[in-house]
């Protein structure tokens, strides 16, 4: 008899409203506390792919740090910045300096704005008979 006392109890008790709002309460919590985790990770795996798309573009950009470092330490380089700066050359070979006659070049260019101000009203087939038969000064 206490044992259908009890389950009767228990029959109420699983059947009262009061614990099946508790249940409820409870299911919610964990769906929130479920989908926090869910968003949580998929920010993390979006900083990831993040992380990983800067990782390549500056192994990328290492690498063509690299062959630069290579190349301007290369013997080709040191001997064509030697020419061109310092105007050495090899044994055997002649050096040729061509001389700005007539002035610097800020006078060629000034030479050079007075002929294009002189040929502007010009048309073209006017301007190319200049060039080659007209009396250039």
Do not use: C
């Amino acid at each position: 008899m206490k044992q259908k006392k009890d389950q009767g109890v228990v029959r109420r008790l699983i059947a009262s409203r009061v614990l099946l709002v508790l249940e409820l309460g409870i299911i919610i919590v964990f769906s929130v506390a479920l989908t926090k985790e869910i968003i949580r990770r998929w920010e993390v795996r979006q900083e990831i792919n993040k992380l990983e798309t800067e990782i390549a573009e500056l192994e990328q950009s290492n690498t063509e740090i690299a062959g630069l470092i290579s190349y301007f330490q290369s013997d080709y380089y040191k001997e064509k910045e030697a020419r061109l700066k310092l105007g050495l050359q090899k044994e055997g070979e002649s050096a040729l300096t061509i001389p700005i006659i007539g002035g610097t070049g800020a006078e060629l260019n000034n030479l050079d704005e007075a002929q294009s101000s002189k040929n502007q009203g010009l048309g073209m087939p006017q301007k190319w008979w200049n060039y080659f038969f007209a009396n250039n000064e």
